[in-house]
């Protein structure tokens, strides 16, 4: 069964960048769609990125475009969210996700994705 564990969050300044990344065990993340989500205190969970099961394409919400960038390694079953230009909007609990096939590539709905990370911090200071 696909386990999923989130690394790479901690306290950066603004204008810092952080490497998150989301490794698999228990399964291959090979063909699963993955995003990462993020929900900061008081906040509704929300989608900051995916990328397709077949590796293909990517995709970004407009506050991180230019700035985050997401990426897939096959050979150690892993998703990097790579983060650039930190702000303090930024701040959250980042979580990756992972539903199999690319039927809900492109969604951030939650429910759409099965599997899910414990999700690690992201602090951005002023």
């Known amino acids: 069964q696909l386990q999923l564990v989130e690394s790479g969050g901690g306290l950066v300044q603004s204008g810092g960048s952080l490497r998150l990344s989301c490794a698999a065990s228990?399964?291959?993340?090979?063909?699963?769609?993955v995003a990462w989500f993020r929900q900061a205190p008081g906040k509704e969970r929300e989608g900051v990125s995916c990328?397709?099961?077949?590796?293909?394409?990517?995709k970004y919400v407009e506050s991180v475009k230019g700035r985050f960038t997401i990426s897939r390694d096959n050979v150690k079953s892993t998703v990097i969210l790579q983060m650039n230009s930190l702000t303090p909007e930024d701040t959250a609990v980042y979580y990756c996700?992972?539903?199999?096939?690319?039927?809900?590539?492109?969604?951030?709905?939650?429910?759409?994705?099965?599997?899910w990370g414990q999700g690690t911090q992201v602090t951005v200071s002023s």
């Open positions: 996700a992972a539903v199999w096939g690319d039927y809900y590539y492109g969604s951030y709905a939650p429910q759409d994705y099965d599997t």
């Open positions: 228990g399964a291959s993340l090979n063909y699963y769609t």
């Open positions: 990328i397709s099961g077949s590796g293909g394409g990517t």
